[in-house]
């Protein structure tokens, strides 16, 4: 059978919620696709919040939609072509990370995944394990927006609808206007399920609560700072749990540790911090002079004197340098006199 006179419906397909998955072949493009039939009556609303959801996106770490159409059989009912992901979702026990790094790599997708979402505007708002696989190349990829929502006054919901485990606990009011911070509740609950093989029953009671079996008993030993924002992400109040983007930088830091490098270049002179040179330092004469060093996640100030600023903020000991800034040796008031050092922070690429 041949759909919209050019996809092949093949073998395969599978039903989950409200909706039907055919895996088809493009004839034109010559690819195998997903495309998922959502039911038109009573579910506008779903449906066109799942294609502006995936129109708008473009992300490695979310699936694309490619076209959409009406079913000739009924103009009702609406067929989302979607790129087929070829692999196991998470909630297959062959999925658990074996080590660190492992781990690392797959929670970094997700949230990245998450922080590219929310940077459009876009709630997912049923962020769990089986919807994520990953493909033949080890990329994740988040799919299944039939319970978006467009950030803002239109965020709101009667009654609960959600997954038990990894449903926000705000999302079990009767009428509720949530936030994004609901995603970053079940990133929590998905990062905690795949370091635990498994969900502490504190989320899964009808609200969930803070689990006492958390980041901080782990089976990878992450570093403080890791457990700390990963637990912020599980606090029952959604005004503490932070920003996607920022759990993303956090987890990449550390996959990235001990292969930053920066540039500062004072006067006319060049210097390199990496892993094989980590500290400089600079001096102007009677105004200033700061050591700046490089600890394999951090290039921060690691003694000084005299007057020193940073981005025109005065700085001090233990201060961490931003991705790119100015520092200046010597007060605002010597004018002139001061001179500056710009420092260039590089961006390596983290390898899946």
Same mark, same amino acid.
């Given at each position: 059978?041949?759909?919209?006179? %050019?996809?092949?419906?093949?073998?395969?397909?599978?039903?989950?919620?409200?909706?039907?998955?055919?895996?088809? %072949? $493009?004839?034109?493009?010559?690819?195998?696709?997903?495309?998922?039939?959502?039911?038109? #009556?009573?579910?506008?609303?779903?449906?066109?919040?799942?294609?502006?959801?995936?129109?708008?996106?473009?992300?490695?770490?979310?699936?694309?939609?490619?076209?959409?159409?009406?079913?000739?059989?009924?103009?009702?009912?609406?067929?989302?072509?979607?790129?087929?992901?070829?692999g196991r979702d998470l909630f297959?026990?062959?999925?658990?990370?074996?080590?660190?790094? $492992?781990?690392?790599?797959?929670?970094?997708?997700?949230?990245?995944?998450?922080? #590219?979402?929310?940077?459009?505007?876009?709630?997912?708002?049923?962020?769990?394990?089986?919807?994520?696989?990953?493909?033949?190349?080890?990329?994740?990829?988040?799919?299944?927006?039939?319970?978006?929502?467009?950030?803002?006054?239109?965020?709101?919901?009667?009654?609960?609808?959600?997954? %038990?485990?990894?449903?926000?606990?705000?999302?079990?009011?009767?009428?509720?206007?949530?936030?994004?911070?609901? #995603?970053?509740?079940?990133?929590?609950?998905?990062?905690?399920?795949?370091?635990?093989?498994?969900?502490?029953?504190?989320?899964?009671?009808?609200?969930?609560?803070?689990?006492?079996?958390?980041?901080?008993?782990?089976?990878?030993? &992450?570093?403080?700072? &890791?457990?700390?924002?990963?637990?912020?992400?599980?606090?029952?109040d959604p005004a503490q749990r932070?920003?996607?983007?920022?759990?993303? #930088? @956090? /987890?990449?830091?550390?996959?990235?540790?001990?292969?930053?490098?920066?540039?500062?270049?004072?006067?006319?002179?060049?210097?390199?911090?990496?892993?094989?040179?980590?500290?400089?330092?600079?001096? &102007?004469?009677?105004?200033?002079?700061?050591? /700046?060093?490089?600890?394999? @996640?951090?290039?921060?100030?690691?003694?000084?004197?005299? $007057?020193?600023?940073?981005?025109?903020?005065?700085?001090?000991?233990?201060?961490?340098?931003?991705?790119?800034?100015?520092v200046a040796l010597g007060a605002?008031?010597?004018?002139? %006199?001061?001179?500056?050092?710009?420092?260039?922070?590089?961006?390596?690429?983290?390898? &899946?």
């Amino acid at each position: 059978m041949v759909l919209a006179g %050019r996809y092949e419906m093949g073998g395969n397909s599978f039903s989950g919620g409200m909706a039907h998955v055919y895996v088809c %072949r $493009d004839l034109i493009l010559e690819r195998i696709v997903a495309i998922k039939v959502m039911p038109g #009556d009573g579910n506008q609303r779903r449906v066109r919040d799942e294609i502006s959801a995936l129109l708008t996106l473009r992300s490695k770490h979310v699936v694309q939609v490619y076209d959409v159409f009406a079913l000739a059989e009924s103009r009702e009912d609406l067929a989302i072509v979607q790129e087929f992901i070829d692999g196991r979702d998470l909630f297959d026990a062959t999925m658990f990370p074996e080590n660190t790094k $492992d781990y690392l790599k797959l929670i970094w997708q997700i949230s990245s995944g998450i922080a #590219d979402i929310h940077k459009l505007g876009i709630i997912h708002r049923d962020i769990k394990p089986n919807n994520m696989k990953v493909d033949g190349e080890g990329v994740l990829k988040i799919f299944d927006f039939g319970l978006s929502r467009p950030d803002g006054d239109e965020a709101s919901t009667v009654g609960f609808v959600g997954t %038990r485990g990894f449903a926000a606990p705000e999302l079990y009011a009767q009428h509720v206007n949530f936030t994004a911070a609901v #995603d970053t509740f079940a990133f929590g609950a998905t990062a905690l399920f795949m370091a635990k093989r498994g969900l502490p029953a504190e989320l899964t009671a009808q609200p969930p609560s803070f689990p006492q079996d958390n980041f901080q008993n782990n089976n990878f030993n &992450l570093p403080v700072e &890791l457990v700390q924002i990963l637990n912020a992400c599980l606090n029952p109040d959604p005004a503490q749990r932070p920003a996607m983007a920022a759990v993303r #930088d @956090l /987890i990449g830091k550390y996959l990235l540790s001990g292969r930053h490098k920066a540039l500062v270049v004072f006067g006319n002179q060049a210097s390199y911090l990496d892993l094989s040179s980590r500290s400089v330092s600079l001096k &102007l004469p009677t105004m200033g002079e700061v050591e /700046i060093s490089y600890d394999g @996640l951090n290039f921060s100030i690691t003694s000084m004197s005299g $007057d020193v600023f940073v981005n025109n903020r005065r700085a001090v000991v233990g201060y961490v340098l931003p991705g790119a800034c100015v520092v200046a040796l010597g007060a605002p008031a010597h004018g002139n %006199r001061r001179q500056y050092i710009t420092f260039d922070l590089s961006h390596p690429e983290i390898v &899946l």
